[in-house]
């Protein structure tokens, strides 16, 4: 790889490990003024078919009624790679658990499908 800087080797990461969460600056890096970053920004977009992705048609949480939401919760098809993600960065690992394993630090989550249906989760 050379004497890439910082900012380029980053992007490369991103895009080889496919690190979630970055769409944007990717994006936004491509036509970043130094040569090597917009490089590296068009390489990750290719590679995580950024160029490819349509755009985002799918209403807004705020735009819609409690029974439009639930609807569109139930015949949405959960991503349990990017839910952990997100358990994680919204801090919902400080208080719950999700692994018998894991220390009791509130209420354990790990078996929260048997306790509750889809709709009375969503």
Same mark, same amino acid.
């Given at each position: 790889?050379?004497?890439?800087?910082? !900012?380029?080797? &980053? @992007?490369?990461? =991103?895009? $080889?490990?496919?690190?979630?969460?970055?769409?944007?600056?990717?994006?936004? +890096?491509?036509?970043?003024?130094?040569?090597?970053?917009?490089?590296?920004?068009?390489?990750?977009?290719?590679?995580?078919?950024?160029?490819?992705?349509?755009?985002?048609?799918?209403?807004?949480?705020?735009?819609?009624? !409690?029974?439009? &939401? @639930?609807?569109? =919760?139930? $015949?949405?098809?959960?991503?349990?790679?990017?839910?952990?993600?997100?358990? +994680?960065?919204?801090?919902?690992?400080?208080?719950?658990?999700?692994?018998?394993?894991?220390?009791?630090?509130?209420?354990?989550?790990?078996?929260?499908?048997?306790?509750?249906?889809?709709?009375?989760?969503?």
């Amino acid at each position: 790889m050379g004497a890439l800087n910082v !900012r380029a080797r &980053l @992007l490369i990461a =991103i895009s $080889k490990d496919k690190i979630g969460g970055h769409n944007e600056r990717i994006k936004a +890096a491509i036509n970043d003024s130094d040569k090597e970053v917009a490089k590296a920004a068009k390489a990750a977009s290719n590679r995580l078919g950024l160029d490819k992705q349509a755009a985002d048609t799918i209403p807004k949480i705020n735009t819609l009624n !409690r029974e439009e &939401l @639930l609807a569109l =919760i139930l $015949k949405t098809t959960g991503d349990k790679a990017l839910g952990e993600q997100l358990f +994680a960065r919204q801090t919902c690992v400080a208080c719950h658990t999700t692994s018998e394993s894991q220390p009791q630090k509130g209420p354990y989550l790990g078996n929260i499908a048997q306790t509750y249906k889809r709709p009375e989760l969503a």
